[in-house]
């Protein structure tokens, strides 16, 4: 009983060091599994049913009534959604998003993928009824769309950080990046697939180093940048036939050249990218 009042006592206190970035993330998830090591099966059992699981096993009526009262919200709002005001649209939606980022926040470190499983669905509800608004009320659909994936995309980063959470990150990257090309799309025009390839190539090259350069000081930062980076490479393609319309025959196949040369690239520098990207 001893030796597990003080495993108790240090996991506690490496997860102290995690939250409070004593030690780096990785250092940490090393001293976990070190001292987990020494478990049997039962106690790793009982360990991995913690949080929301124990709860609902052990019949807690605040978290039962807790998750009837968000469903029951969350169906009523869906139900009327079309009758309230163009402000109660907003309000509600933000509110609910609100809601699912709030629980996934207070379960990031007792229930990962619960907390993983609400802000994807936070995020899902915020698109979606961004959408719904927009069709609603048959405002100018460009213009909306984009201020809302802008939106979504802030959003999503500010969310990604502070979870921790590197896809729902890259999302937001991905999501702000996609606004900044339709606005070069429609104040540049005319640039040819040349053109673009420069323009597309040396924002990944900066990213791609702003992955090197971020990896020791915030090495969860590394990956989400460098694989952005990775998406920019293949933008000027994207840009050429997704948002400028143009014919997909030549662009393919130098898409799929392109791709040959990026995982030779990779291939070779393999050693060093890697070390950087999971520091």
Not at 31 to 58: F, I, K, M, V
Not at 74 to 86: D, Q
Not at 253 to 264: C, E, M, W
Not at 265 to 271: A, D, G, N, S
Request: glycine share 8%; with cysteine.
């Amino acid at each position: 009983m001893d030796q597990e009042k003080k495993r108790t006592i240090l996991l506690h206190e490496i997860e102290h060091w995690r939250q409070s970035r004593l030690l780096p993330e990785q250092y940490c998830d090393f001293l976990s599994n070190l001292y987990r090591e020494d478990e049997n099966p039962a106690q790793s059992q009982n360990r991995n049913n913690t949080g929301l699981l124990t709860y609902l096993r052990h019949g807690h009526g605040i978290a039962w009534i807790l998750g009837f009262v968000i469903i029951s919200c969350i169906c009523l709002i869906g139900f009327y959604f079309t009758a309230f005001p163009l402000a109660m649209q907003i309000c509600s939606a933000s509110a609910v998003t609100a809601i699912c980022y709030g629980m996934a926040a207070v379960w990031r470190s007792s229930e990962k993928s619960m907390s993983a499983m609400l802000s994807t669905l936070g995020s899902a509800i915020m698109l979606g009824s961004g959408v719904w608004i927009i069709q609603l009320h048959q405002g100018e659909a460009k213009v909306w769309f984009l201020v809302l994936v802008g939106l979504c995309g802030l959003i999503w980063c500010l969310v990604g950080l502070t979870l921790r959470i590197s896809l729902l990150h890259y999302c937001g990257l991905a999501g702000l990046l996609l606004v900044y090309a339709v606005l070069i799309g429609r104040y540049w025009p005319t640039a040819t697939l040349a053109m673009l390839e420069v323009f597309w190539i040396l924002h990944a090259v900066l990213l791609i180093g702003l992955s090197w350069w971020v990896h020791r000081r915030f090495p969860r930062f590394a990956l989400v940048y460098f694989a952005i980076g990775l998406t920019l490479v293949f933008m000027a393609e994207a840009d050429t036939i997704v948002l400028r319309h143009q014919a997909a025959g030549e662009v393919i196949f130098l898409s799929i050249l392109k791709l040959a040369f990026v995982v030779g690239i990779l291939f070779w520098t393999r050693k060093k990218w890697i070390t950087w990207v999971t520091s």
